[in-house]
């Protein structure tokens, strides 16, 4: 299987630590964690700054410079703040490798976001999201797919810059979105030739305990990557992540394989860590009820390292 490219998540406005580095425009902690997410192998820096609506164009601008100083990845600027995005753009050592994270099928953010990445020549998310709001099937996802593909070929951004997101919902929520996400997936290239793919993965895990989310975050992952996932948004801190995205786990990946393609396969045969792996691609595939309990009486007994052996 391919390798998935890594977006680097904690540089997060909303981080207990980070966050108030950069409202008070302290580069250590930052250029710390930004040296930290290169050295783990992540392949992009995201910036997170939420809606940033006070002095959010500054604020982009000092994260971009004090990034820039310290890591030679591209960006990946985040914010539903317009104007944050541009002045990040302006202050971006190379402008034509960021990403715009994102433009959705809202007419706000086509007309206002669209003709930015135009003049910059950068990257972008396509977020599959609309005045209705969040899609509820494969058909609503390839609406705004298309909408916001179509409204790239007016301004001549080539598709190649697209990278779609069809929005990761947490499955302790709406089991059903998690299906559809996986089921549109594989039907991007129908939607928009030519456009790449990519997820804010963490979010399948939102509400779950945190000693847990790790272990579905993988198994998502290990999902999306059979499916050919072109990038996703990662902890790049989760050295087993970072190692699955890069294809050196083979044993995850073949037991993927066989349960994608509903393949017999004995639980009890398999290692803690490999049971841990198919109890969450079971629940994520909806085959059982997602629960706490389905996989927390395995974590105890689980090898951190045992993909290194």
């Not at 008070?24 to 930052?30: A, G, I, N, S």
């Not at 997936?185 to 945190?210: E, M, R, V």
């Not at 198994?219 to 190692?243: C, F, N, P, R, T």
Request: charged share 25%; net charge negative.
């Amino acid at each position: 299987m391919a390798k998935v490219l890594t977006i680097a998540e904690s540089i997060n406005i909303m981080s207990k630590t980070i966050g108030p580095a950069i409202k008070e425009r302290d580069p250590k902690p930052v250029q710390k964690m930004a040296r930290e997410q290169e050295e783990l192998g992540a392949d992009y820096q995201d910036l997170n700054l939420g809606p940033a609506r006070k002095a959010g164009d500054e604020m982009m601008a000092w994260l971009v410079k004090t990034i820039n100083e310290v890591s030679k990845l591209p960006l990946a600027l985040d914010s539903t703040n317009h104007v944050a995005i541009e002045a990040g753009l302006k202050a971006a050592r190379d402008p034509e490798s960021c990403i715009v994270n994102s433009i959705s099928a809202q007419p706000e953010s086509l007309n206002t976001r669209m003709p930015m990445v135009k003049k910059y020549g950068c990257e972008f998310v396509a977020l599959t999201l609309s005045e209705e709001g969040i899609p509820r099937d494969v058909n609503e996802r390839g609406m705004c797919a298309a909408e916001i593909y179509n409204k790239a070929l007016e301004f001549d951004v080539p598709a190649e810059k697209m990278w779609i997101d069809p929005i990761v919902l947490p499955v302790s929520v709406d089991p059903g979105q998690v299906a559809s996400f996986l089921e549109f997936l594989p039907l991007i290239p129908d939607f928009a030739p030519g456009a790449k793919s990519t997820c804010g993965l963490s979010n399948i895990s939102n509400g779950s305990p945190n000693e847990l989310r790790h272990y579905l975050n993988r198994g998502y992952q290990a999902m999306h990557k059979y499916l050919g996932i072109y990038s996703s948004i990662v902890d790049a801190y989760d050295a087993e992540m970072i190692a699955l995205c890069n294809g050196k786990i083979p044993a995850v990946d073949e037991l993927t394989k066989k349960m994608m393609e509903d393949q017999d396969v004995d639980e009890s045969s398999l290692s803690t860590e490999l049971k841990v792996y198919y109890r969450s691609i079971k629940c994520l595939k909806g085959e059982v009820l997602y629960s706490h309990s389905w996989i927390d009486d395995l974590v105890g007994d689980y090898d951190k390292s045992w993909y290194k052996k």
